[in-house]
């Protein structure tokens, strides 16, 4: 088993900008010291759901403050992408960190970010596919070009080239069954945030994902099968439920806001599990999420849970979302020292 952590940076006006930003880099430092895998970076833009819209940028900053623990995109939203500017800015995170990048991948989910730049919701996928291509192969150590429906690109090659060969690890965000089979089937690695759902729909999903990789030839040793979920950790057992009942809370009514809701038009019908995500956010309760969603409780309690999804679905990268919803930093910090002391022991590391 390995750990991670992921930030979402969301701003609620209680602390500034800047604050939020320190202390997420604090928590990386944190976390790296802890032993803590990797610290996964959200790109969100035009709210205050999350305030980091140049991951790049991030996670250079994050790079530079740390020594070890490796620094991911989750995710990066490639059809706001100016490909060539991003795989140089990746390339140069990548040979800043020392080779510590990894880069998650998606399409997008958010209406009103597609709006505000510009891009029709219905070009999502076919601009993720070219750009994608355009990434990898801006990072082979050629000259190359590219004819495709959004970029012509003409003989071009970038620097820096990264420090990981061919380049650094890509995945890509996974939601629906046909997404994990078709990752599998590809031989792509995954990112999931599985919210408010059911172990047997984690164990169903990750199963396609290696039923798949299976078929196409490729080893399940050599693969992370990752999830990720909201957690709070503290001994004292009242306060570990109640306490994050807010924040947790906080986090589900804002992000019932920004998905795409089932009825509308403008939708692709490629996005309809964001539709039905969204019809459900809008009406979850915190009693639900302690049972399908968040991991919250004492050390205990928390493992067990932890164990669950390793022996039942297979989990075998666990990466904690300790500060959501704007959550106090001192709060979110014990909550990370604990769970290191007394959660992680009890899982062998994977090297």
Known sequence: MKFGIDHLFTYRGDRTEQEVLQDSIRQTVLADELGFEGCWIAEH???????????????AALAQATERIRIGLAVAVLPFASPLRLAEDLALVDVLSGGRLDIGVGRGYQPEEFRRFGIPFEEASARFDETLEILELCWRDEPFSFDGKFFHIDDVEIFPKPLQKPHPPILKAALSSHTFGQAGRSGMRILTS??????EVVKENLATYREALVEAKFRLEDFDYPMLQQVYVCEDPDEAIEFPRPYALYFYERLARLLPSIGDTEIPSDFSEYGKMQRNVDRVKYE???EHGINVGTPEQVTQRIRTLEEEAGVNYYIGWFNFGGMPSEKVEQSMKLFADQVMPHFSRQS
């Open 45 to 59: 833009h035009f709210s205050s759901y999350g305030i980091v819209g140049n991951l790049p940028t991030m996670a």
């Open 194 to 199: 599985p919210n408010f759902t059911p172990i």
């Open 288 to 290: 639900y999420l302690l």
